[in-house]
């Protein structure tokens, strides 16, 4: 299908796709060079996909699950899983601490602090509470609390999480199809009718995990870029801070297996045509059944993901106070991108599929009503790499372009295998001790090392020269936990 890119700005572009309004592509000359071919024809082939009203290409973009990562998708008609993708409200969170930068200068003391977080979140695929002495323990009757409550008061208190954390996340909890709990406990009987519920709440025990690929948790010292609106955010200069990035681990894996699985065997049933013949665009017909159970089962697995990473900031705080008692923390905030919201859109109202893209909702956008952002936007939450940092931001009134969103962060410039193949160990790893920042694995992986991401700073002046946010805060690396055997040293 052909397709033609005009530029209509020093970050924006046009991505004319025939008889369709084009798709908002954001990114300098160099990060519209980097998306390739089959990147871009993702994008065509989701925006001429039925329902598809809008899609926007952010600079992180790559290729994907069905719709590129880092697109966004919005229709008011049609949901759709492939951008959501299967790890279900993949998250990132930040824990603002009051203890100062200079202590954990010292690398004795940050090596103790990896140990104790470590022996409290475990990492790695199919890790779980088992895999970490200090963790939280939750059985099935909290794990199904969790999954169908959210961040309740009642699920928090039993898990040891602060309750007013709730106020600091995009969402806390989330409702069935037709916004209700009940719906959310219907569909895991039917789970269990359908014998898929055993496997389902062995996932349960991996609340408060990270697990692989690209899930971290990083301590970082906070520099203030806007001095005033750091401060309004609830962060501290110069004060120690901790970025994780994890979402609703096997759970929403599995849920979101089984709904592709079963979107696509009623196509074949029916004979229908998937769009552009692919498999991962499979979609449903909003107010149909296929819809309302896709609508459940992606609420299930975003509230696990809202508790797992809250769970996770307990447990951090927890770790830091073993080893320097008397420290305290809050949370900044807590915000997705692998999701799909019912969010204003054009003066009406759209489903809004993020995958791997971020909210960003401007000052006194109608969806802050209420919340502690209302007047000034909420944290945009950027991770790069350990070494050139990650970024804070807020939205500017320009969001509005993308369907108020920005990127999740640097966005692949390799593949895994090609990072794998193309890094050198050495290389890496004297680089990272270079910046004096270290990890809990012997050998950083090479596959999320920061040269087979892109330039982050690249990425951030696209988001900035379109006008959709502006910089707060970098967040600067002190240490690092991945997937990996646990270091020595």
Known sequence: ???????????????????????????????????????????VNSRNAPGVVDVVLNPDAHVGYGAPVGSVLVSPSHIYPGPVGVDIKCSMSLLQLDLPADQIVDRATRRAIIKAIAERTPTGPGKGQRNAKKSRRSGPFLGRSAVVSGASASVCEQFGIPTHWAT???DAFHRGHDGTEDALAQRLDVHTKEKRYERLASKFAQ???????????????????????????????????????????????????????????????????????????????????????????????ANFATVNHLLIN????????????????????????????KEPYRNTEAWVHRKGATRAFPAGHPSLVGTPFQDIGHPILLPGNPRDGSMVMVAEAGAETSAHSVNHGAGRAM???????????????????????????????????????????????????????????????????????????
């Open 1 to 43: 299908m052909s397709h033609t890119l005009q530029i209509t700005g020093a970050a924006t572009a046009e991505l004319h796709v025939g008889a369709a309004t084009p798709i908002t592509v954001i990114g300098t000359d160099p990060i519209r060079e980097s998306f390739g071919a089959k990147t871009l024809q993702q994008a």
């Open 168 to 170: 600091r996340c995009e």
């Open 207 to 301: 609340l408060g995990s990270y697990g692989g690929g690209n899930h971290f948790g990083e301590c970082e010292v906070v520099e203030a870029i806007d001095e005033a609106m750091t401060h309004a955010f609830g962060m501290t200069p110069n004060a120690v801070a901790f970025l994780s990035h994890c979402g609703s681990r096997g759970f929403g894996h599995d849920l979101a297996a089984h709904q592709f699985k079963t979107m696509n065997l009623a196509f074949a049933k029916t004979g229908r045509a998937l769009p552009a013949g692919d498999r991962q665009l499979v979609y449903a017909e909003l107010d149909t059944p296929e819809a309302n159970d896709y609508l459940d089962d992606m609420a299930l697995g």
């Open 314 to 341: 307990a447990l951090v705080l927890e770790a830091f106070q073993e080893v320097i008692p008397g420290v305290k923390g809050d949370l900044v905030y807590f915000i997705s991108h692998n999701i799909a919201r």
């Open 415 to 489: 593949s895994r295998t090609a990072a794998k193949k193309n890094l050198d160990q050495q290389t890496v790893d004297a680089e990272l001790d270079q910046y004096d920042i270290m990890s809990n694995t012997r050998r950083y992986p090479l596959d999320e090392a920061p040269d087979a991401y892109k330039d982050f700073n690249e990425v951030l002046s696209s988001v900035e020269q379109a006008g959709l946010a502006r910089h707060v805060a970098r967040l600067n690396a002190r240490f690092v936990i991945k997937d990996g055997a646990p270091a020595d040293d």
